[in-house]
């Protein structure tokens, strides 16, 4: 959960691509990490620990151990949305940066050159480099303002 | 901990004053909520929850409890630093908004008007209206960048 964001990705288009870099760097492949990993090919979006061990009927520490593992090998990340827990989805994949309605908790994902102008701000004013790919931006989304 | 950030704060300038506002709304007063309240007045900066409670030598799960009381009478507000617990202060003495540093914890405190450049590109952007009391904004500090 506090994995550096900065771990390059390495290039994978599949399961199998995956798996086989897991096991070129020795990494010994049980059947749930398997599983946890082709969870995450099929969802296509982020999704929670909770949630992947709730569909693969597996232990939650043992997903999230899973999961940082992965995490570790560059092959995934996980965004966290305000309070919410993380949700994880797999890197290199989707490099995309996220704002949060912390009112209704509606997700906009923006791709990173998007948010260029944003960045350009916060640089001039504070020298700091952001990225909202890990900790999305929070705020109130233009329905709620209307509302 | 889910308390909407927009609960209006009420004008207090000690905790003689902020004990008298909670008075009148007929609140009880213990000794340990007085007690969580005059810390955050000793502090003078942002504290977690931990933090009070190994001061006062109380129960963490009170000290939590106490906390979202004052948050949701509007005496208390809490920010978040990329994946650290809440840091709870006074609302009204303080609403600047907060850039962290994932790499060093690094925190640089701002005014809200000085943020509004940012917030401007954001809502053209998306329309989203941003703040970042409740959630930093994460990224790399200056120094961590050049290291």
Redesign the interface.
């Known amino acids: ?2 994995q ?2 900065d771990v390059k990705a390495p290039d994978f288009a599949d399961l199998d691509e995956a798996v086989a870099i897991l096991r070129e760097r020795g990494m010994r492949l049980s059947t749930s990490r398997r599983l946890v990993l082709d969870a995450l090919f099929r969802a296509g979006t982020p999704v929670t620990a909770e949630g992947v061990a709730t569909e693969l009927g597996l232990d939650l520490a043992s997903v999230y151990r899973n999961l940082e593992t992965f995490e570790r090998q560059g092959l995934v990340r996980h965004v ?1 949305f ?2 919410g827990p993380g949700l994880y989805m797999l890197s290199g994949h989707d490099d995309r940066e996220y ?1 949060f ?3 209704c908790g509606a997700v ?1 994902a ?1 791709e990173p050159a ?2 260029e ?2 960045r ?3 640089r ?9 790919a ?9 329905d709620c ?1 209307r509302a």
């Open positions: 959960m506090t550096s964001p966290h305000g309070h704002l309605c912390e009112q906009r923006l998007q948010l102008p944003v350009e701000q916060i001039k004013l504070s020298g700091y480099e952001a990225r909202f890990h900790f999305a931006i929070v705020g109130r989304c233009p303002q």
